[in-house]
């Protein structure tokens, strides 16, 4: 029986390793570890060089393709909490907030910065633009008429 109680409790670890590891090595989070350790907004605030930690929390839901991840990060001058939130479109992941959050200050935004060393092919909106128009020739129908059967409502 010891034994047994012995092989489960490996079991639950090895378990919580792997899910430890494969949050670690999570795209979003590969991302925001590249960003962090280059970023000059990041150096500045912490100090370089900059260190990650490898110990990653949040929710990562493959199915609905929505991730809300963090870890911690630190320098010479302060530590912080990275934070990334990305969502999956078809089948590849992508960055919709990235921040480092001292444990010393306010809050700094690094989608911008990401977005500029790395491009993204997400549309800017851009007021001047023509709205786009539809090939139809076909004019849309005027006056619809409904017509409901006499009584009230379920008879």
């Keep these: 029986m010891r034994h047994l109680r012995s092989i489960l409790l490996l079991v639950v670890l090895a378990g919580s390793l792997v899910g430890c590891r494969r949050l670690a090595e999570h795209p979003l989070v590969v991302e925001a570890t590249e960003e962090a350790t280059l970023n000059e ?12 930690s490898r110990s990653v929390r949040g929710t990562c839901n493959e199915t609905d393709g929505i991730a809300s991840l963090q870890f911690e990060v630190s ?3 302060a530590k912080g909490v990275m934070v990334v939130e990305g ?3 078809g089948g590849v992941w992508g960055v919709t907030l990235l921040e480092l959050r001292p444990h010393d200050g306010e809050k700094v935004s690094l989608t911008a910065d990401l977005e500029a060393r790395t491009g ?9 633009t023509a709205p786009a128009t539809t090939s139809s020739t076909t004019p849309p129908p005027g006056d619809v008429e409904i017509v409901l059967p006499p009584g009230p409502p379920g008879q």
């Design 87 to 89: 969502k999956k479109t």
């Design 41 to 52: 907004h990041v150096a500045e605030r912490l100090g370089a060089p900059i260190e990650c």
């Design 75 to 77: 320098g010479p001058k």
């Design 120 to 128: 993204t092919d997400t549309p800017k909106f851009d007021p001047s």
